[in-house]
């Protein structure tokens, strides 16, 4: 089957088909998928009659703002076109009935750390022998299981497997603690998305909590 944009110039109608095509999903560089889409275009035998393709790029961008296109920094995007999709698929499934509940709740007070993570990554670490895998660890201030439902759990086609609660009272302090042995550790995945993913477990973050509280207290 022959590529349906043959003999056509690279609009930026059809740049947001290809950039659905290459980059949902994903974080990319502008730079990069501008390379990506004009080099892919003109070797199926699309045409290109620009010299600079950042403008076709702006205007693709500007029709994908409210699809799930969001700029992460400078140059940086990240494309959930699949998002609003599923958003309605959850919708129509009644959300309610969707029950997201740590497997194990420690510490005392009001606000909240959380770890979670896919199990399609802890699936694979073990089976590669590891016993880290990719977990995010975050903070909330307000109703933790609803804020990690609506952070991530219509984003993607599985829901996070919410492992570990900590509730204390200076979420702020306790995220930027643990995220910075964790770092220390060289386990920052510094190309996912945000600054919260780690390779880590759950059994590791529960150890560094107790440590911590032992520190303080003795």
Request: charged fraction near 30%.
């Amino acid at each position: 089957m022959g590529y349906k944009y043959e003999g056509i110039e690279l609009t930026p109608n059809v740049f947001v088909e290809l950039l659905i095509q290459f980059y949902d999903g994903k974080q990319f560089k502008r730079q990069d998928a501008i390379d990506k889409i004009t080099t892919y275009h003109a070797e199926q035998g699309g045409l290109l009659d620009k010299t600079e393709y950042v403008s076709v790029f702006k205007k693709a961008s500007a029709k994908l703002r409210d699809e799930g296109l969001q700029q992460r920094g400078y140059g940086v995007w990240q494309l959930l076109y699949k998002k609003k999709e599923i958003d309605e698929i959850v919708k129509k499934e009644n959300t309610k009935d969707v029950e997201l509940k740590a497997d194990k709740e420690i510490g005392v007070g009001k606000k909240a750390v959380y770890v979670y993570y896919y199990d399609r990554y802890r699936e694979f670490s073990l089976l590669k022998g590891y016993n880290v895998w990719e977990c995010k660890i975050g903070r909330t201030d307000v109703d933790p299981l609803g804020r990690i439902f609506s952070q991530a759990g219509t984003c993607y086609p599985e829901l996070p497997h919410l492992a570990l609660l900590i509730n204390c009272d200076d979420s702020s302090l306790l995220e930027k603690t643990l995220h910075d042995i964790l770092r220390m550790r060289k386990r920052w995945l510094h190309n996912a998305p945000g600054k919260e993913w780690f390779l880590t477990s759950p059994e590791e973050i529960e150890s560094i909590f107790k440590w911590l509280q032992t520190t303080r207290n003795g």
